[in-house]
């Protein structure tokens, strides 16, 4: 049983003072699903890069704490070996490393047994339909969107780590491969106990990968949790309650306009 838990999080862009997050607070248990949804520009994404390790931010308050252990001070690499796994919005182009070189040296760095290794990528490719052709490709170099996103869900696959946040899983990846990418995450949830976070715009990722709770992120806050009807209503309302305008930007990069709190931009639009 493993336990993510984020607590009171604040972020800035290193160098600047520009705060990005302003206090997350989220719990993420083994088997759970928990999904971020929220207007472009709220800081999903700089959450994730900031639970990974992604330079270029600073810490400026709160924990983040994995199965008791603090995972700030860490570099990315050794969260990834406590069992934290990131699939990236924009999966990076990595010339003259294959996937299956990646895969092989991050069994290697944890001592994990590497003569199944081959039969357990095939497994994995077969299982999200992923061309063999692609496993002996410099990593996602060339990839179209979907195909990366699919690479990023063979490694989690293949990996098994104890949590992943997953950001924006489902952009550039058809029906089909939508499909099979959710459904698998969602066998990880029951199969390995995986721990979800996943980032997403659209409610149709979350037919196959079950939410227990969907989160608005808006304005570097988590603004409302629900349960995943939540999801359903987000797409059909938009985030104008939540300080965002109908085209999903979030005002002013989040942050309130002159005059506004807040608490105006975030005020309970059913209260
Ligand atoms: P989301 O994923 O919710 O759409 P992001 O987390 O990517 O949003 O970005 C949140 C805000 O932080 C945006 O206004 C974005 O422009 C800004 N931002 C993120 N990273 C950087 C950076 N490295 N330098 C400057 N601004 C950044
Ligand atoms: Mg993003």
Same mark, same amino acid.
């Given at each position: 049983m493993s336990e993510l838990i984020i607590s009171g999080l604040k972020a800035i862009i290193s160098g600047t003072g520009t705060e990005i997050l302003r206090g997350i607070d989220l719990t993420i248990r083994s088997g759970e699903v928990h999904a971020i949804m %929220?207007? $472009?520009?709220?800081?999903?994404?700089?959450?994730?890069?900031v639970l !990974?390790?992604?330079?270029?931010?600073?810490?400026? %308050?709160?924990?983040?704490?994995?199965?008791?252990?603090?995972? =700030?001070? !860490? +570099?990315?690499?050794?969260r990834a070996q406590a069992g934290l796994f990131l699939g990236m919005q924009y999966p990076t182009e990595v010339p003259g490393v294959s996937l299956r070189d990646m895969l092989a040296a991050s069994f290697a760095a944890s001592d994990r047994n590497r003569d199944d290794l081959d039969s357990l990528i095939r497994s994995?490719?077969?299982?999200?339909?992923? *061309?063999?052709?692609?496993?002996?490709? &410099? =990593? $996602?170099?060339? #990839?179209?969107?979907? +195909?990366?996103?699919? $690479?990023?869900?063979?490694?989690?696959?293949v990996l098994r780590p104890k949590i992943a946040i997953l950001d924006e899983l489902d952009s550039g990846l058809d029906v089909d491969a939508l499909r099979m990418v959710s459904q698998? @995450? +969602?066998?990880?949830?029951?199969?390995?106990? #995986?721990?979800? #976070? @996943?980032?997403?715009?659209y409610s149709r990722l979350l037919e196959e990968l079950r939410p227990d709770h969907v989160h608005v992120l808006a304005g570097g806050r988590i603004?409302?949790?629900?349960? &995943?009807? #939540?999801? *359903?209503e987000l797409e059909e309302t938009g985030y104008a309650s939540y300080g965002a305008d109908d085209d999903g930007e979030a005002e002013a990069g989040g942050q309130?306009?002159?005059? +506004?709190?807040?608490?105006? !931009?975030?005020? *309970?639009?059913l209260a």
């Amino acid at each position: 049983m493993s336990e993510l838990i984020i607590s009171g999080l604040k972020a800035i862009i290193s160098g600047t003072g520009t705060e990005i997050l302003r206090g997350i607070d989220l719990t993420i248990r083994s088997g759970e699903v928990h999904a971020i949804m %929220g207007p $472009n520009g709220a800081g999903k994404s700089t959450l994730s890069h900031v639970l !990974m390790g992604k330079p270029g931010y600073s810490v400026t %308050g709160g924990t983040v704490e994995l199965d008791g252990v603090d995972i =700030l001070s !860490m +570099e990315t690499w050794q969260r990834a070996q406590a069992g934290l796994f990131l699939g990236m919005q924009y999966p990076t182009e990595v010339p003259g490393v294959s996937l299956r070189d990646m895969l092989a040296a991050s069994f290697a760095a944890s001592d994990r047994n590497r003569d199944d290794l081959d039969s357990l990528i095939r497994s994995e490719a077969d299982r999200i339909g992923f *061309d063999q052709k692609f496993l002996e490709r &410099p =990593l $996602n170099v060339d #990839l179209s969107g979907g +195909e990366k996103k699919r $690479n990023e869900t063979l490694q989690l696959g293949v990996l098994r780590p104890k949590i992943a946040i997953l950001d924006e899983l489902d952009s550039g990846l058809d029906v089909d491969a939508l499909r099979m990418v959710s459904q698998r @995450v +969602e066998a990880a949830t029951e199969e390995d106990q #995986l721990g979800v #976070l @996943v980032i997403t715009h659209y409610s149709r990722l979350l037919e196959e990968l079950r939410p227990d709770h969907v989160h608005v992120l808006a304005g570097g806050r988590i603004v409302k949790s629900g349960g &995943p009807v #939540l999801a *359903d209503e987000l797409e059909e309302t938009g985030y104008a309650s939540y300080g965002a305008d109908d085209d999903g930007e979030a005002e002013a990069g989040g942050q309130p306009s002159e005059g +506004e709190t807040f608490a105006d !931009m975030f005020a *309970d639009p059913l209260a």
